[in-house]
């Protein structure tokens, strides 16, 4: 099993892929398969995010470029831009990790969160895309609250 010591930003070719969803792309201790089928430890700093295109360097060489794997999430639209900010605000408030994009925001699949969206004048509808949540303004990484379980609940300053 190779051991992955190293996030860097690259370009080229790799060793091998990993495509991950976003839960498991805020893990920095884990057990991975690659792409490739071959077995992995992901072993970098408590914190480390991983986001669409990064690469690592195992401890023999290897580089693995990391992609975001397809999952479902909850987008809600609006031409109204005041209405966008609110159901940004709201979200953000909350902790919830949170694409934004010219006219939508995109969370997680969660029905209370969706009918909030809605109440707020956001149409609502699922689809499947690569989640490239927002990161810290103040902080370029994510950090675990004292009270993060490292569950599916767990989340970092998505705002």
């Given at each position: 099993?190779?051991?992955?010591?190293?996030?860097?930003?690259?370009?080229?070719?790799?060793?091998?892929?990993?495509?991950?969803?976003?839960?498991?792309?805020?893990?920095?201790?884990?057990?991975?398969?690659?792409?490739?089928?071959?077995?992995?430890?992901?072993?970098?700093?408590?914190?480390?995010?991983?986001?669409?295109?990064?690469?690592?360097?195992?401890?023999?060489?290897?580089?693995?470029?990391?992609?975001?794997?397809?999952?479902?999430?909850?987008?809600?639209?609006?031409?109204?831009?005041?209405?966008?900010?609110?159901?940004?605000?709201?979200?953000?408030?909350?902790?919830?990790?949170?694409?934004?994009?010219?006219?939508?925001?995109?969370?997680?699949?969660?029905?209370?969160?969706?009918?909030?969206?809605?109440?707020?004048?956001?149409?609502?509808?699922?689809?499947?895309?690569?989640?490239?949540p927002e990161r810290g303004?103040?902080?370029?990484h994510a950090h675990a609250?004292?009270?993060?379980?490292?569950?599916?609940?767990?989340h970092g300053h998505h705002?």
């Amino acid at each position: 099993m190779i051991e992955l010591i190293e996030k860097f930003k690259g370009a080229g070719e790799a060793g091998d892929n990993v495509t991950l969803p976003y839960e498991l792309r805020q893990r920095s201790r884990q057990r991975l398969r690659l792409d490739s089928g071959r077995e992995a430890a992901l072993l970098l700093p408590h914190g480390t995010v991983l986001d669409d295109g990064d690469y690592l360097r195992a401890a023999d060489g290897t580089t693995v470029k990391v992609a975001a794997a397809i999952e479902t999430i909850a987008i809600g639209r609006t031409a109204d831009p005041l209405r966008l900010a609110r159901a940004c605000y709201h979200l953000g408030n909350r902790h919830v990790p949170l694409q934004v994009g010219d006219g939508w925001i995109g969370h997680q699949v969660d029905h209370v969160l969706e009918e909030m969206v809605r109440g707020l004048g956001l149409m609502v509808t699922h689809e499947s895309v690569c989640f490239q949540p927002e990161r810290g303004a103040y902080d370029g990484h994510a950090h675990a609250h004292p009270h993060d379980s490292g569950g599916p609940h767990s989340h970092g300053h998505h705002h």
